[in-house]
Nanobody, 123 residues
């Protein structure tokens, strides 16, 4: 079955950097779209960055453009999120997600989710 395991979260001061990793297993990685989502307390979950090999496309939320970079190592079935210039408003639980359905991918509504990794940015 699809399994997504995030790691790399932690606490950092504003302006710092973190790299999140998502180890994927149980599916043919190259045929899935992958993404990072986050949810802060009292807020709705939002897409942070997604990548879809089939359409050669990436997406970034406006709030993270030029600060975050999504990459993947298909040989390792691993997704990454490099986060630079972190701000207190980036504090949230970060989730890795995946889907094979084109419509779900295009609408950024994946059905498979990891358990999340906490990122806390202090001012």
């Amino acid at each position: 079955q699809v399994q997504l395991v995030e790691s790399g979260g932690g606490s950092v001061q504003g302006g710092g950097s973190l790299t999140l990793s998502c180890a994927a297993s149980g599916f043919t990685y190259s045929t899935y779209c992958m993404g990072w989502f986050r949810q802060a307390p009292g807020k709705e979950r939002e897409a942070v960055a997604t990548i879809y090999s089939r359409t050669f496309s990436t997406y970034y939320a406006d709030s993270v453009k030029d600060r975050f970079t999504i990459t993947e190592d298909k040989a390792k079935n691993t997704l990454y999120l490099q986060m630079n210039s972190l701000k207190p408003e980036d504090t949230a639980m970060y989730y890795c997600a995946a889907d094979s359905n084109t419509i779900n991918c295009l609408h950024r509504r994946p059905v498979y989710w990891g358990q999340g990794t906490q990122v806390t940015v202090s001012s």
